[in-house]
């Protein structure tokens, strides 16, 4: 039990402008806090990750209790190395602790544990991950103590740089890794005569090298994993960053995707091979996608299952629903939650589903609502059709069998059974169950007056000359 990893996230996020507690913003549709917390998890098991909280505290532990780490509750926010003075009595038993930062969410496995075996190799008590972005405003710096050197000298915080030091382009990151001994041995030095009145864990670096402690740095070979998220617009540079990098994966998998930039994936999406994802999609949550299928512009699918070769057309929304192979979809086709759809079953223009399961082949191409329904294989559903599900207080099941043929603008009035080969004549609302085989009409019959449009026509014009007088 060597590493512990501390995570801080009890900040307000004053820069956000925003009443949610910074961690809990997303990005790639995922908190903050819940990306740092996947890649420390990589490099400890979660008993072994404590995270600081404050600002929003229950909301903040409740959003990632499930992942098992630890908790520590710093009640006052008095700066970053206020922070780790909370955390000493839960990690002062580890040899070495790893300081993650949760608004620094881009941060891989891969960089923290190379940050871990630098801090041992180099048996330094203070490591930080430095890097070098294309703008260091806003950010500590990193003096070396000489150029090139592995030893830094100290941390400078962005407000309090002199001009001189203004130029230095390497960054602290937030992130280090300590040996305990020598962190908990000097951090009641730090005090706060700083443009903010906080104790900063930076300042551990001037510290422990003035008591000829080792620190040294070391640069993330990717600077833009180490960039911090301290406004909303740096939140939206972050969450296109991870969004390309999700996409750029998808398509080293063999997904084609078009115009990269204007999806949104989510980072748990899974997409087969040889799907074509066209602009402006969103792929979003537990949404998993499977070979050959192509999604076309402007549909928006989450938390759902496409199997193989589906077809999504333009406009579809889908929730918590499932596609089986071959199906096709909208264009405009809304799948609200707990729809199934059978393999190679169509679903057209502004076709509303809501839990409900269509069999194989089975067609609903325009304009209907299907709720609460189980349909069988081989059913032609026709335009217009409604089911009745609810009836102002409670909702009912109607059960469509297999080879049904539904003719267009028919009510369904449930609960109702539809028998296996039935015929229902269009234009009805039926609210009888249908026994397998027969034909339901439930409309009324037709009349037609010979000549009566002829008549009609002769009165108007009468009308309409006693009018005028002649
Ligand atoms: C910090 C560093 C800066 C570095 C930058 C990298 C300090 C003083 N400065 O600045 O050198 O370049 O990160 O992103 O550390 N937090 C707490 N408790 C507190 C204060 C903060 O848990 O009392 C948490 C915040 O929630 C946040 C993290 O610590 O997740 C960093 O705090 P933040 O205020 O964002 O520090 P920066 O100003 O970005
Ligand atoms: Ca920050």
Redesign the pocket.
Known sequence: MRFAIVI????KGTRLKSKRA??LHQIGGKALLEHVIHAATQIVPPQDVYV?I?HQGGAVQSAVSSLGVNFIT?AE????G??IQTARQAVTRYEHIIVL????PLLQPETIASLRDFHLAERAAMTILTAVPADPNG??RVLRKSPGSAEVAA?V?DKALTSQQASVRE????IYAFTSNSLFQLINELNTNNAHGEY???DMARILVQEKQRVVGIEAANATEVL?A?TLAEMAELDAAMRLATARKLMAQGVTIYRPETSVIDSGVTVGPDTVIEPYVQLLGDTHVGESCRIRSYSVIENSTLDHHVLVQNGCILNDSHAHAGAQLGPYARLRPGSEIGEDAHIGNFVETKKTRIGKGSKANHLSYLGDAEIGSGVNIGAGTITCNYDGANKHRTLIEDSVFVGSDTTLVAPIVIGEGSYIAAGSSITEDVPADALALGRARQTTKAGWATSRRAQVRTTRDIEKGR
């Open positions: 801080m996230a009890a900040g910074k961690v600081v404050g710093q926010q008095r700066g970053t206020h922070a930062s949760g608004d620094v950010y500590g941390i915080e960054i602290n990151s937030g900063y864990l930076t911090g301290n």
